[in-house]
Structures are given as C-alpha cells and as structure tokens.
C-alpha cells in the first residue's frame, strides 16, 4: 500500500512488497491478513511496511519486541541496512540490550534526560556488556 500511494505501479509495487517481505521471512504469509498472523508475524509485516518505500529517515519504537532472537537479529540486519545507505538515518528506542550492537552511536536517557553516550566500536560492546539481561 505505501508504494501505491506513492504512485508505484501496481505490479512493480507488488515486487518489491514481496521482496521486502521475503527479507523478513514472510513471502509464504502474503496472501493472508493480519488476523491470521502471530504477533511476532505481524511485528515483522510492520517492519517491511516502514522499509519497503527506502525512507530517509526511519524511527523504529521497540523494533525487535515480540519477536524470537533469529527473527531480532533478522530485523536488526535490515534495519541497520537502511542506516548505511547515503543519506539515510535510522532512530532505534528499545529497552532491548540485543539491539545495542547494531548502533553506531548508544545514547541513554532516564526521565527524559540524556545520561550516557557511547559512540566507539569499544565502548558500544562495553555498553552492550554492561545492561543487564
């Protein structure tokens, strides 16, 4: 539907939605509705719906919630795909320690203050380390 709306024609937009759910794991559930999925299914459908149009700039809220660790990392590859593309910038949230070693820059907030910033390679899996489970 983003595609479309974007002017896409029907049949190239239906490619590439196929694509982008195959990246997710999903190309044998296209064909069926929301309803029919499970949560983490259609946590993975909302991920290929914010990808599939190549934004810019993507905001994802808590991208790996509902999901196992094989589809996480999954996710976490196409999400961090985007970031480094030219041009485009990615905006995780996420309480999910797993997440944190996708990010080029870790920045800690705790009642809407920022508290921490970590932005080497080494003080990312320092970070990473250092969350509790």
Known sequence: MPLLIQGWKRPD??????????AVDLEQRADQFSSQLSGG??????IARA???QPRL?????????????????????IKNVAVQPGRAVIVVTHDHRV????????????????RVAEDAAEIAHYSEQVPA
Not at 41 to 46: G, H
Not at 60 to 72: M, V
């Open 51 to 53: 990808l599939v149009h």
């Open 41 to 46: 299914q259609q946590q993975r459908v909302a």
């Open 58 to 78: 993507l905001v994802c809220d808590e991208p790996t919630a509902a999901l196992d660790a094989k589809s996480g990392r999954t996710v976490m590859q196409l």
């Open 100 to 115: 944190f070693n996708y990010g080029d820059r870790i920045i800690e907030m705790a009642d809407g203050r920022v508290i």
């Open 13 to 22: 937009a239906l490619k590439v939605a196929r694509e982008t759910l195959a």
